[in-house]
């Protein structure tokens, strides 16, 4: 079991919009700095997000991350087939001085 | 161009041991903390282990604490980690990764097959 909660499986059309959600307690996402990954299938992660809300360079802007209280939130707009892949947050826990990752998040475009 | 290159997988029976390398490139390799991130087959991603740019601060998971260690040499500009007493649920792909406020970049990882 994760420390970081994360929905197993998201889905929806083409063109659409989709959130994925990451709940956490204070010791990690209520007191550092959220970042989210992506992995296609076969590949190694990708950042996607990093200080809660970052896009690093090359990053599209369909892309976007937030962060309020202990949960943080993944957004992709004008999905493409070629955003089929599994997504992870990560952060810091303070308390138990280790890097925690989400379960990953199953992404479907329909 | 940044880079990270991990070796040193492979087959290795219950109890053994296996050395894993990570070469990085393109960056300024003594600055920077670095991580290893596991994924056993079919699962999520696993944090192993972390080691600071001068190596004064080291991390470990639960599940590996007494039997891996980390280790970096910055003047080869090389990450390593030793795995000792090998458990069949240590079988994953072992990924190096650069840490600065995230982990910002990955190598393409090495597979370690624990098996008798």
């Known amino acids: 079991q994760s420390v970081l909660t994360q929905p197993p499986s998201v889905s929806a059309a083409p063109g659409q919009k989709v959130t994925i959600s990451c709940s956490g307690s204070s010791s990690n996402i209520g007191n550092n700095y959220v970042s989210w990954y992506q992995q296609l299938p076969g590949t190694a992660p990708k950042l996607l997000i990093y200080e809660n809300n970052k896009r690093p360079s090359g990053i599209p802007d369909r892309f976007s991350g937030s962060k309020s209280g202990t949960s943080a939130t993944l957004g992709i707009t004008g999905l493409q087939t070629g955003d089929e892949a599994d997504y992870y947050c990560?952060?810091?826990?303070?308390?138990?001085?280790?890097?925690?990752f989400g379960g990953g998040t199953k992404l479907t475009v329909l | 161009e940044v880079q990270l290159v991990e070796s040193g997988g492979g087959l290795v029976k219950p109890g053994g041991s296996l050395r894993l390398s990570c070469a990085a490139s393109?960056?300024?390799?003594?600055?920077?903390?670095m991580n290893w991130v596991r994924q056993a087959p079919g699962k999520g991603l696993e944090w192993v282990s972390s080691i600071s740019s001068s190596s004064s601060y080291i991390y470990y998971a639960d599940s590996v604490k007494g039997r891996f260690t980390i280790s970096r040499d910055n003047a080869k500009n090389s990450l390593y980690l030793q795995m000792n007493s090998l458990r069949a649920e240590d079988t994953a792909v072992y990924y190096c990764?650069?840490?600065?406020?995230?982990?910002?970049?990955w190598g393409q990882g090495t597979l370690v097959t624990v098996s008798s």
């Open positions: 990764a650069k840490l600065d406020t995230a982990m910002v970049t």
């Open positions: 393109g960056f300024t390799f003594s600055s920077y903390s």
């Open positions: 990560g952060t810091w826990d303070s308390s138990l001085s280790v890097w925690v």
